[in-house]
């Protein structure tokens, strides 16, 4: 099993940036691509940007040019930094690692931007 805990959601003015932080722990060698997905209110969930073990990146395109994900393996933990933000890039932003069987979800955390 792995566990996943989310930090650095919040409120933010349009224009500013937010850095999002994802600690895995547990069964940590089992994880291949980790990523960022996010939903909004009445929306889908959707995938943000992903990373795998070897820094393969892969974004959205409604984010390239202005997120970053990154990864920490040593630390087990993955990052998104999130510039020029836009009252569009609310939502509730989850951290997700895929294992060789499971997939793993974390809490979610919460972006507002205001405008």
């Known amino acids: 099993q792995v566990q996943l805990v989310e930090s650095g959601g919040g409120l933010v003015q349009a224009g500013g940036s937010l850095r999002l932080s994802c600690a895995a722990s547990?069964?940590?060698?089992?994880?291949?691509?980790m990523g960022w997905h996010r939903q909004a209110p009445g929306k889908q969930r959707e995938l943000v940007a992903s990373i795998s073990r070897s820094s393969n990146t892969n974004y959205a395109d409604s984010v390239k040019g202005r997120f970053t994900i990154s990864r920490d393996n040593g630390k087990n933990t993955v990052y998104l930094q999130m510039d020029n933000l836009t009252p569009e890039d609310t939502a509730v932003y989850y951290c997700n690692a895929e294992g060789w069987i499971n997939d793993y979800w974390g809490q979610g955390t919460q972006v507002t931007v205001s405008s």
């Open positions: 547990g069964s940590t060698r089992s994880i291949r691509t």
